[in-house]
């Protein structure tokens, strides 16, 4: 069954530190990757996606995610994160084709000054 | 500008009652969605639909109930055959074709009481 995994559920870290966000997904076969993020008692909102192309995506807020089909991951990064990044992320995978876009369970990132 | 208006933000079901949820967008995206969101459980897909007059199931459509018939307008009711529908309900929409991501409203949190 296709599936989508991220890896943690919750991540703390320091303000200006790095962070990742880990997200693997069930195959290997064509597809395209979002990243959204979701603030308490909001919707969600696209945050980046993996099309084709370069594998490397940006964000206009720093963030970024590199696509390995090989393993078939989708990790989300960002070198300094701020206060404000504090949110849940949710990693989502369209199978081309399919139709429906799987979510995974979703990463609290929260931040700490 | 141009989104998707979910209502109400909060909603109170008695035991064996009826509700309805309702969403309107104005992007005149074809496709829209009905997600629900439990706590360490991501989304799950509810009911979705593609084209006026047409939806189908999701992964959990037991005890929910949809229509469309309007572009704009994906109303979805949460019948009494619905035992758990404490959650925070999604609605969502996009372009026709898998890889365009999606435009989520703020949702509504329906408790019962």
């Known amino acids: 069954a296709q599936s989508v995994t991220q890896l943690d559920s919750q991540v703390p870290v320091f303000e200006e530190a790095p962070v990742e966000l880990r997200c693997n997904y069930s195959?290997?076969?064509?597809?395209?990757l979002f990243w959204y993020v979701q603030y308490p008692n909001q919707g969600l909102q696209l945050l980046l996606k993996?099309?084709?192309?370069?594998?490397l995506v940006e964000s206009i807020n720093g963030f970024e995610a590199e696509f390995n089909k090989s393993q078939t991951s989708f990790h989300l990064r960002k070198p300094s994160v701020h206060i404000s990044d504090t949110a849940e992320y949710f990693c989502?995978?369209?199978?081309?084709?399919?139709?429906?876009?799987?979510f995974g369970a979703g990463t609290r990132l929260f931040v700490k000054a | 500008d141009g989104g998707i208006t979910q209502s109400p933000k909060y909603l109170f079901r008695k035991e064996g009652q009826n509700v309805t949820l309702s969403c309107e967008q104005n992007?005149?995206?074809?496709?829209m969605y009905w997600y629900r969101q439990d706590p360490g459980q991501g989304l799950r897909l509810i009911y979705y639909?593609?084209?006026?007059?047409?939806?189908q199931k999701g992964d959990i459509a037991e005890g929910y109930s949809v229509s469309r018939e309007k572009k704009e307008s994906f109303p979805l009711t949460v019948t009494s055959a619905q035992k758990n529908p404490t959650a925070f309900y999604l609605c969502?929409?996009?372009?026709?074709?898998?890889?365009?991501?999606?435009?989520f409203g703020s949702g509504t949190r329906l408790t019962v009481v």
């Open positions: 969502a929409s996009s372009i026709a074709g898998d890889n365009y991501g999606y435009t």
């Open positions: 195959s290997s076969v064509s597809v395209y």
């Open positions: 993996y099309l084709s192309g370069s594998t």
């Open positions: 989502a995978v369209t199978y081309t084709g399919g139709f429906k876009t799987i």
């Open positions: 992007l005149n995206h074809d496709a």
């Open positions: 639909s593609q084209i006026v007059n047409d939806f």
